[in-house]
């Protein structure tokens, strides 16, 4: 851990924090109130606020920071990779012990994790990996195996139609562009359902994980796209604002058109419950408790995994039923 003077780093880095907002060139960075000196301190950049899911992740690295002891640095890149990178940036000059961040793409990151590896700053990748041919510049990357969610989703969809006699047309709503859930949930589906020859993929469109952006992709499927069999949805958000449409246009989500999505918050599950949503693989948001173990362990100089895979699984309508009173998300 670095020393550093109590009065003098805190007021520096609160200069820097209100001279670059100021500006306007730099991303919201907010200390956590109080605690004594010398407890580790993490600097978190999150990728944006985009989904119920995305707010629940926020939600748990922020209670289990102040459960851990651990001064937080929390800023919001609002989808925007420039953002977090000036994050990144700011934690730097300001000297955290970790920094932690969920990558709002997959490439472009090597030049500010040079500059973390050189300021002697450990680095830990949470719900997003990247794309680098230095893996030494992350030391563990905390998330799920989106390939893995993909898959699951593909072979349920796969195991339904083994019967069909007919095509069956599929459309997709993918993540944000480049980001590594939406290029692996969509690999692994698509392999998937290779194992199916009446299954085909007839569109697919990027709602950058967003209930808006879930519908407008929808209504364009709708009105260009005849009989639609199957919705498959990279999360909940967008999944949810495609009923919207495909109920405005008359059909009965989860009958007309069979839906699959990903998450597992609980707006997604209540849908599954009412039965416009067939299939949920769930997305475990809440990675805070294991963040905040991996950022001391890092600290202690103790050895972590480089890759830490959280534990989900999947539902149907009676999965969500046994679940949903205790969902945290």
């Given amino acids: 851990m ?28 907010v200390a956590a109130p109080g605690g004594p000196e010398g407890r580790l301190t993490l600097g978190f950049s999150q990728v944006g606020s985009e989904s119920g899911w995305r707010e629940a ?6 209670d289990a920071a102040a459960a851990a002891g651990v001064e937080l640095l929390f800023s919001n890149a609002q989808g925007s990779r420039d953002r977090q990178i000036e994050a990144i940036r700011s934690f730097i000059e300001q000297r955290v012990d970790v920094i932690a961040f969920s990558p709002v793409t997959e490439t472009g990151w090597d030049p500010v994790l040079v500059e973390a590896r ?14 680098t041919s230095d893996s030494s510049l992350y030391r563990s990357f905390l998330g799920s195996d989106f390939i893995e969610e993909g898959t699951k989703a593909g072979t349920w969809l796969s195991d339904l139609y083994i019967a069909a006699k007919e ?12 980001s590594a ?25 990027t709602g950058d994980f967003t209930r808006v952006g879930g519908k407008a992709v929808m209504e364009d499927f709708l009105d260009s796209t005849p009989d639609i069999d199957v919705l498959y949805a990279h999360n909940d958000d967008m999944g949810l604002g495609a009923i919207e449409a495909i109920e405005e246009a008359g059909k009965v989500p989860g009958k007309d058109i069979v839906i699959i999505t990903v998450d597992a918050v609980r707006d997604g599950m209540q849908a599954l419950i009412d039965g416009k949503i067939n299939y949920i693989v769930e997305c475990n948001p ?11 362990k890092i600290l202690a100089g103790e050895r972590v995994l480089q890759r830490v895979v959280t534990e989900e699984t999947v539902f149907e309508r009676s999965g969500a039923l046994a679940a949903l009173p205790d969902r945290q998300y």
């Fill in 2 to 29: 670095f020393a550093r003077t109590a009065i003098t780093v805190r007021a520096a880095a609160a200069v820097l924090l209100l001279a670059l907002t100021g500006c306007g060139n730099a991303p919201d960075a």
């Fill in 57 to 62: 992740n926020t939600k748990s690295i922020q």
């Fill in 118 to 131: 050189e300021a002697g700053i450990p680095v830990i990748l949470t719900d997003r990996a990247i794309q």
């Fill in 167 to 178: 095509p069956v047309s599929v459309v997709e709503i993918r993540g944000t562009e480049n």
């Fill in 181 to 205: 859930p939406a290029i692996e949930r969509k690999l692994g589906f698509g392999a998937a359902i290779a194992q199916n020859p009446n299954l085909k993929i007839v569109a697919s469109a």
């Fill in 286 to 296: 809440l990675l805070g408790p294991q963040l905040m173990e991996l950022a001391k």
